[in-house]
């Protein structure tokens, strides 16, 4: 027991766990034998209480798998939520960004709207406008008898 004791200091002390070098925030401790893993937990589970304490988790050779496959689910867990984090990140851009391309095409469908109306405009009102003196010139040719130049040259 005074050696459990011992290798649960011994863990702790080393820099096992270490935020700043992104380590998990627990220490497996292995116990190689399963008697000696069932020993421990028979003679003295506050033994294994203090390891959580100081953050050292015991695992024998059949609980290995299992706190393992915790290790890794809660790595995926973990992953998923960063991308998951991420993506909502980027939807909020998107949405900001969706936002301003939104007005930006009210801008534009107005600038058509009004250059369509202007296009109206002088192809009707300035179109006869411009044709009513343009057909009093030719009234007058025509009413003096005079031909058409086709001569482009003068």
Request: glycine share 4%; aromatic share 8%; proline share 3%.
């Amino acid at each position: 027991m005074r050696d459990v004791k011992a290798r649960i200091k011994e863990v702790t002390t080393r820099e096992y766990i270490n935020p700043e070098q992104n380590t998990v925030d627990y220490v497996l401790l292995f116990i190689p034998n399963e008697q000696i893993y069932s020993f421990i937990h028979e003679q003295d589970s506050s033994i294994l209480d203090e390891g959580l304490k100081n953050r050292v988790i015991f695992c024998s050779p059949i609980t290995l798998f299992a706190v393992l496959a915790v290790i890794r689910q809660s790595v995926e867990n973990f992953a998923l939520e960063k991308t998951s984090n991420e993506i909502l990140s980027l939807f909020g851009i998107f949405k900001k960004q969706w936002g301003e391309f939104l007005k930006k095409l009210e801008l534009l469908g107005r600038r058509i709207e009004d250059t369509q109306r202007e296009y109206e405009l002088l192809t009707t009102t300035r179109r006869r406008q411009l044709e009513r003196p343009l057909n009093k010139i030719d009234d007058l040719r025509k009413q003096k008898g005079l031909p058409i130049n086709t001569n482009e040259d003068e």
